[in-house]
């Protein structure tokens, strides 16, 4: 059977998506392309971000495929599923260019995993992945549309198309077991076209960037992360595994590896073998789990950016967040400078919250002094299948969505020096 794993020409105008807008590799359709071709699937990957390709000539490239099925994501790749752009303007026009073009379309992504009913309705879609998608395309690629009752972790038209209310929802969430996950085996042509090196302002980039990861999920439960409907359960793959998809990186000419994980947590063996290979690496990760020993081993081993999640300059702010932080703010502090020893580029993030301004700005002065930099602090997006959204409104429904945009924009009137200052509503994005 021939698959289509589509990543569309992403567009970002008018969206409040604060998320890095270059091209970045799409595990999760790598994933897919391997478990795929291990079944006898032909499987192929058109990546219309990394290639420069508008709707009009991926949709030539598709039609001259001929796929018997379509795979398209919501989201730019799996590093950005837990901050996706909440419109589905880029998916909704793929989707209405691409579906006339094999027998099913299948929607993968944070927004079908939240809201399948109103993904399947916006999109057109026949069937949507419920959590991560790689383990479940195998199967659902497989099946008739009349085997889809037995199937798990899928949402799909069981009448009539175009009425929502017959669309069936079958759990649970799929979170795939890490230890089945080959390593991903990219194309020359691609890693080579990767020039961007993510989250990375130590110097300009030098030869190719990627992306892996080393682990999936998170074992704390901030509220702001939208992490429960996918990628949540905290989960490492075999230190063999990525290690050898690393050295795959490099042997094709990558220079520099970015590793999505939610939470780069110390690995001393990790780290010892990085210390080993030709690689700069950047991460993101909380600087609580760090000692200042492991901090000068993550140095040595070569990474070269840090993304360190602080959110608030109080305890009291980080337990509104529900941080679960060991340390005070001074120690904290202490620990980002001590990181920035060894490290080139030190990141310390911030959340808007109650936190006095003035604190605030005098805070971040003291980390520029020490070059450590963090930002503005962020307005918070009550992202759907996030504790703060449940909070506001409790449980997701087909809106969700909508509400928590409109919501933002309201209570925004201004933006933080990450995002773009003119974000336009939903609807009107959507239209």
């Known amino acids: 059977m021939k698959v289509a794993l589509i990543n569309p020409p992403w567009s970002f105008d008018g969206s409040i998506y604060f998320g890095c807008r270059e091209a970045h590799l799409p595990l999760e359709l790598g994933y897919a392309r391997a478990l795929l071709e291990q079944r006898g699937h032909r499987a192929q990957l058109f990546d219309a971000q990394l290639t420069g390709m508008d709707l009009a000539a991926l949709t030539r490239e598709v039609e001259d495929f001929a796929p018997d099925?379509?795979?398209?994501?919501?989201?730019?790749?799996?590093?950005?599923?837990?901050?996706?752009?909440?419109?589905?303007?880029?998916?909704?026009?793929?989707?209405?260019?691409?579906?006339?073009?094999?027998?099913?379309?299948?929607?993968?992504?944070?927004?079908?995993?939240?809201?399948?009913?109103?993904?399947?309705?916006?999109?057109?879609?026949?069937?949507?992945?419920?959590?991560?998608?790689?383990?479940?395309?195998?199967?659902?690629?497989?099946?008739?549309?009349?085997?889809?009752?037995?199937l798990a972790s899928i949402?799909?038209?069981?009448?009539?198309?175009?009425?929502?209310?017959?669309?069936?929802?079958?759990?649970?969430?799929?979170?795939?077991?890490?230890?089945?996950?080959?390593?991903?085996?990219?194309?020359?042509?691609?890693?080579?076209?990767?020039?961007?090196?993510?989250?990375?302002?130590?110097?300009?980039?030098?030869?190719?960037?990627?992306?892996?990861?080393?682990?999936?999920?998170?074992?704390?439960?901030?509220?702001?992360?939208a992490k429960e409907n996918f990628r949540n359960r905290y989960r490492t793959r075999p230190l063999s595994v990525v290690l050898d998809e690393l050295?795959?990186?490099?042997?094709?000419?990558?220079?520099?590896?970015?590793?999505?994980d939610e939470i780069f947590l110390p690995d001393r063996a990790l780290l010892e073998a990085l210390v080993e290979r030709d690689v700069q690496f950047g991460v993101q990760l909380r600087i609580d789990n760090w000692s200042e020993e492991m901090l000068e081993l993550l140095g040595r081993a070569g990474c070269v950016s840090i993304e360190a999640g602080v959110e608030s300059i109080t305890p009291a702010?980080?337990?509104?967040?529900?941080?679960?932080?060991?340390?005070?703010?001074?120690?904290?502090?202490?620990?980002?400078?001590?990181?920035?020893?060894?490290?080139?580029?030190?990141?310390?993030?911030?959340?808007?919250?109650?936190?006095?301004?003035?604190?605030?700005?005098?805070?971040?002065?003291?980390?520029?002094?020490?070059?450590?930099w963090s930002n503005e602090p962020v307005p918070l997006f009550p992202y759907p299948g996030s504790p703060e959204y449940r909070s506001k409104w409790g449980q997701l429904d087909d809106s969700a969505w909508e509400r928590a945009h409109e919501h933002y924009l309201r209570e925004w009137l201004a933006f933080s020096d990450l995002q773009d200052q003119a974000p336009r509503p939903l609807a009107e994005l959507e239209s």
């Open 317 to 372: 702010g980080r337990s509104l967040l529900n941080k679960r932080c060991r340390l005070s703010t001074a120690q904290l502090t202490e620990r980002l400078i001590c990181a920035k020893r060894g490290v080139p580029f030190v990141q310390a993030n911030l959340i808007g919250t109650a936190d006095d301004p003035e604190q605030v700005a005098s805070w971040r002065a003291e980390l520029h002094r020490h070059g450590v």
């Open 247 to 260: 050295d795959g990186l490099l042997a094709l000419g990558a220079r520099y590896v970015y590793f999505i």
């Open 69 to 150: 099925v379509t795979v398209l994501t919501t989201a730019p790749s799996y590093l950005f599923w837990r901050c996706a752009p909440p419109e589905l303007r880029v998916p909704l026009h793929t989707a209405r260019a691409l579906h006339p073009l094999s027998p099913r379309l299948i929607v993968v992504g944070p927004h079908a995993s939240t809201t399948p009913r109103a993904v399947l309705s916006k999109l057109g879609a026949d069937v949507a992945v419920l959590g991560e998608c790689e383990g479940v395309l195998p199967a659902l690629v497989e099946a008739a549309p009349g085997d889809y009752p037995r």
């Open 155 to 225: 949402a799909y038209w069981a009448g009539r198309p175009g009425d929502a209310s017959e669309i069936a929802v079958q759990g649970p969430l799929a979170a795939v077991d890490m230890e089945q996950l080959p390593p991903l085996r990219w194309q020359r042509s691609e890693v080579q076209r990767h020039g961007h090196h993510h989250h990375r302002f130590d110097r300009p980039p030098e030869g190719p960037g990627a992306e892996l990861e080393a682990s999936r999920g998170c074992p704390y439960a901030c509220t702001f992360c």
